[in-house]
């Protein structure tokens, strides 16, 4: 599986400016930003341009300031992290368009590094306002899109722009394209997709894609209780999401005609609420009394998932099998998580909540493929064309 996009690696960049889309979507706590794994999966494509004598104009968003300038969520902090991480000056500008900010790009060097302000503080960057592509257009002579995690949005700064410079992949999306792609294409076999999380809804396109190329599919999380919903089991209080209860139905119904087995948990862990100091209760089934809620997988779910995941030939996962961020229900995510990083097949993980928690369970390193991205990752995975992606030039 190729990748069919214009890469970084073979555009003529040396005495050009690059106007290079990254995805410096970071959490920030009390001015600084707390985690700068994101901005660490930029470096590459950052220091290939230096190298090779570019000069640089990035531009990222932060949060959601909805197109007005919330001081709260500049970009400045980043520039800081980021010129301690390349070892050199970070130029910070003081709006994301207009003369002042032309005049800084046409003033840039070589290896030079000018940080845009945060582009959604521009009402047109969401609405792929064809001015404001323009305006960004102006501050350079050809254009890079690095931010994965934004690449499934049609925005100013993903695809607006792409139109009018020529449009490169950074070598960070060319790797998420590429290993993302390679699970549903050519995977090694047996191929197991886990899914966990709260919504059918979110993941009912993968499921519907994985019924077609998947071996086995693992369902964890809360949106398991859509699925028992449809078969008639009590769910008590535990988080049903309406809607995904007939789109669960479909899924059980369509199984059956596949070669693909939907598993669902044989067990579960249940409390009285959603806490830290709940009293967790095991269940053996999975019918859920009234006033308890299904809080987690139970430990045969979490031992026949460990049992499958270790005799595959390659893993996906997307999302936790329980309210893992809570102690006394986090060990369903953990087996997995464990398993995960133990197998020796190719193990690739779909962004948000299951990198949160390979994280935060010290396995983060153990995997072959971390995606930065969950919802562009979802997208891709379920087939979509990602705007960011086809708005480049062909390779």
């Given at each position: 599986?190729?990748?069919?996009k214009?890469?970084?690696?073979d555009?003529?960049?040396e005495?050009?400016?690059?106007l290079?889309?990254?995805?410096?979507?970071?959490?920030?706590?009390?001015g600084?930003?707390?985690?700068?794994?994101?901005?660490?999966?930029?470096?590459p494509t950052?220091?290939?341009?230096?190298?090779r004598?570019?000069?640089?104009?990035?531009?990222?968003?932060?949060?959601r300031?909805k197109?007005?300038?919330?001081p709260?969520?500049?970009i400045?902090?980043?520039?800081?992290r980021?010129?301690?991480?390349?070892?050199?000056?970070?130029?910070?500008?003081?709006a994301?368009?207009?003369e002042?900010?032309?005049?800084?790009?046409?003033g840039l060097?070589?290896?030079?590094v000018?940080?845009?302000?945060?582009?959604r503080?521009e009402?047109?960057?969401?609405?792929?306002d064809?001015?404001?592509a323009?305006?960004?257009a102006?501050?350079?002579?050809l254009?890079?899109?690095?931010?994965?995690?934004?690449?499934?949005?049609?925005?100013?700064s993903?695809?607006?722009?792409?139109?009018?410079l020529?449009?490169?992949a950074?070598l960070?999306?060319?790797?998420e394209?590429?290993?993302?792609?390679r699970?549903?294409e050519?995977?090694?076999?047996p191929?197991?997709v886990?899914?966990?999380?709260?919504?059918?809804?979110?993941?009912?396109?993968?499921?519907?894609?994985?019924?077609?190329v998947?071996?086995?599919?693992?369902i964890?999380?809360a949106?398991?209780?859509?699925f028992?919903?449809?078969q008639?089991?009590?769910?008590?209080?535990?988080?049903?999401?309406?809607?995904?209860?007939?789109?669960?139905?479909?899924?059980?119904?369509?199984?059956?005609?596949?070669d693909?087995?939907l598993?669902?948990?044989?067990?579960?862990v249940?409390?009285?609420?959603f806490?830290?100091?709940?009293?967790?209760?095991?269940?053996?089934?999975?019918e859920?009394?009234?006033?308890?809620?299904?809080l987690d997988?139970?430990?045969?779910t979490?031992?026949?998932?460990?049992?499958?995941?270790?005799s595959?030939?390659t893993?996906?996962?997307?999302?936790?099998?329980?309210?893992?961020?809570?102690?006394?229900?986090?060990?369903?995510?953990?087996?997995?998580?464990?398993?995960?990083?133990a197998?020796?097949g190719?193990?690739?993980?779909?962004?948000?909540?299951?990198?949160?928690a390979?994280q935060?369970?010290?396995?983060?390193?153990k995997v072959?493929?971390?995606s930065?991205?969950?919802g562009?990752?979802?997208e891709?995975?379920?087939g979509?064309?990602?705007?960011?992606?086809?708005a480049?030039?062909?390779?």
């Open positions: 599986m190729s990748f069919s214009a890469s970084v690696r555009a003529a960049v005495g050009k400016r690059a290079v889309r990254v995805d410096f979507n970071v959490p920030l706590e009390d600084n930003v707390a985690d700068d794994t994101r901005i660490r999966a930029a470096l950052i220091e290939l341009l230096r190298e004598g570019a000069a640089l104009v990035l531009v990222s968003h932060l949060g300031p197109g007005k300038v919330d709260g969520l500049s400045r902090p980043v520039g800081e980021l010129a301690e991480l390349i070892g050199a000056e970070v130029k910070q500008a003081p994301v368009v207009g002042e900010v032309e005049a800084m790009a046409d060097g070589a290896g030079e000018l940080l845009l302000e945060n582009v503080y009402p047109g960057e969401t609405a792929n064809p001015a404001l323009e305006a960004l102006k501050l350079a002579d254009y890079v899109n690095d931010a994965f995690g934004a690449a499934h949005r049609a925005h100013a993903t695809a607006g722009v792409a139109a009018l020529p449009g490169y950074g960070l999306l060319e790797r394209v590429t290993e993302l792609t699970v549903v050519s995977p090694q076999r191929l197991v886990v899914l966990g999380g709260a919504k059918v809804t979110d993941k009912v396109g993968v499921i519907d894609r994985f019924l077609e998947a071996d086995e599919i693992l964890g999380g949106m398991c209780f859509s028992f919903r449809a008639g089991t009590a769910t008590g209080d535990s988080l049903v999401e309406e809607e995904g209860v007939k789109l669960a139905a479909e899924a059980l119904e369509r199984s059956g005609s596949t693909c087995e598993r669902l948990p044989v067990d579960l249940l409390g009285e609420r806490a830290a100091d709940a009293e967790p209760r095991q269940s053996d089934g999975v859920v009394p009234d006033g308890w809620m299904g997988v139970g430990p045969r979490a031992r026949a998932y460990a049992d499958v995941i270790a595959a030939g893993v996906l996962w997307n999302g936790p099998m329980g309210a893992f961020e809570l102690a006394p229900f986090a060990a369903g995510t953990r087996a997995v998580a464990a398993a995960v990083a197998a020796p190719t193990t690739v993980i779909g962004g948000g909540d299951s990198v949160a390979l935060q369970f010290g396995l983060a390193d072959d493929w971390l930065t991205g969950g562009a990752s979802l891709l995975l379920e979509k064309k990602l705007p960011g992606v086809e480049l030039i062909d390779a």
